[in-house]
């Protein structure tokens, strides 16, 4: 006899079928959140405003390279 798991992704808001994880960064600190296509459609609108007037992080790794390089270079 055979076992069969089922996992269902369930939407953090309310309970329905999710479709997603969504993962989000807010004040260094980071998230995930499992939401229905609604749900995350509607938080990325709502955050389309600021992300559109945001600048990109650039990456820590490349900033510590930058950093190194200077010190190789002195």
Same mark, same amino acid.
């Given at each position: 006899m055979a076992t069969r798991i089922i996992s269902t992704l369930v939407d953090d808001l309310d309970g329905s079928e999710a479709a997603?994880?969504?993962?989000?960064?807010?004040?260094g600190?980071?998230?995930? $959140?499992?939401?229905?296509?609604?749900?995350?459609?509607?938080?990325?609108?709502?955050?389309?405003p600021y992300l559109q007037v945001a600048r990109k992080?650039?990456?820590? $790794?490349?900033?510590?390279?930058?950093a190194a390089r200077r010190v190789l270079r002195s």
């Open positions: 997603e994880t969504v993962q989000f960064s807010l004040d600190r980071s998230y995930e $959140i499992d939401l229905s296509s609604t749900h995350a459609d509607q938080l990325r609108a709502g955050l389309l992080e650039t990456s820590t $790794i490349r900033r510590q390279v930058r």
